[in-house]
């Protein structure tokens, strides 16, 4: 068996990807499973938070030498990839430029639970990834999300509003915050919080996973006219995004972990922050369908086929 099957394998019958697909399954059959609205955001709120204190604890210990260049260059990528979504939906779904824009918005931004599957996934197969990228996932998103609001309004400059509404939003607050939490506090100090956002972390991403299944599945009832053509954006650029990400993550020297969470990172697309600040921003703009692509098609491919792709290739490189 090859590495790249291995690491399919793997990752399809981790605990994580099978409670996806049992809440694919359960809305597929109609089931009356629901998880409480107060009970998703409390999910939401546990995830971000214990991510960022793993990340800041880590920080603390380890601080790389290289900081400014790995956030001028995540930068860089949001931009890139933001700009890419843009093209490719003006090209391949000849959408117009609101459209196109909202699409790069959420493209060129980045999925926490994605990142938080692939920090997952490369743990589970013996990896150590680089706690930065919890920084890192900030910075990627801010510049995509107000170069696609951008582009949507035919090249206008984005405001400080918009800015305002990337930074305070939940996910930045919560990362960012962690961060700061567990980089202040230090190993020793977040021990008395250890077993709330490090022991029960597993069983707490098994849940919201079984939710984001239910809420896909929902998602993807609402595909109609185009959707072998969003099926192809939403699965071939993020394949795209996420080979280029791990290449240069291991130009970088994050390592095959750290290059894999990396690639993953640029292959996701934002159905949190982004639909947020579009909304907001460019209120005509079709959310939904950019959710759907996000959530419903995206997600999915990566969670179960893309970062193992991502793993098989930084493996490649790194051999």
């Known amino acids: 068996m090859s590495i790249a099957t291995e690491l399919l394998a793997a990752n399809l019958l981790s605990p994580v990807v099978l409670a996806f697909g049992l809440g694919l399954v359960a809305r597929t ?19 971000l938070l214990a991510i960022g204190l793993k990340g800041g604890v880590a920080l603390r210990q380890d601080p790389p030498d290289n900081l400014a260049l790995l956030l001028a260059v995540t930068v860089l990528a949001g931009v890139a ?21 909202a699409l790069a918005a959420h493209y060129g931004s980045v999925s926490a639970v994605t990142f938080i599957a692939a920090q997952q996934f490369v743990e589970r197969t013996g ?3 680089v706690e930065v990228l919890v920084a890192l996932v900030v910075a990627l998103e801010i510049p995509a ?27 930045a607050v919560l990362l960012l915050g962690g961060l700061a939490i567990g980089a202040i506090a230090g190993k020793s100090g977040v021990q008395a919080v250890d077993a709330m956002y490090f022991q029960l972390f597993q069983g707490m991403l098994m849940l919201f996973m079984l939710d984001m299944g239910l809420v ?35 130009a970088l020297g ?12 640029l292959a996701s697309a934002s159905y949190i922050a982004a639909p947020a600040s579009v909304r907001a921003s460019l209120p005509e703009a079709d959310t939904g369908r950019c959710i759907t692509a996000a959530l419903g098609l995206t997600f999915p491919f990566n969670l ?13 490189l790194g051999a």
């Open 29 to 47: 059959l109609r089931s009356d499973l629901e998880i409480p609205p107060a009970i998703q955001a409390y999910l939401s709120l546990f995830l």
């Open 81 to 101: 990839t933001a700009a890419s979504a843009y093209l490719v939906a003006r090209a391949w779904l000849r959408d117009v430029p609101l459209q196109a824009g």
């Open 127 to 129: 990896g150590q990834p």
């Open 145 to 171: 999300i107000l170069l696609g609001i951008g582009l949507a309004r035919g090249g206008g400059r984005p405001s400080w509003p918009q800015v305002r509404e990337v930074l305070t939003g939940r996910t």
């Open 216 to 250: 896909a599945a929902g998602q993807l009832r609402q595909l109609g006219r185009g959707m072998g053509r969003l099926l192809v954006y939403a699965t071939a650029l993020p394949i795209v995004h996420g080979l280029a990400g791990v290449g240069i993550g291991h």
């Open 254 to 265: 994050l390592g095959q972990a750290g290059a894999t969470v990396f690639g993953a990172m």
């Open 304 to 316: 179960a086929l893309g970062i193992p792709a991502y793993a098989a290739f930084a493996g490649w």
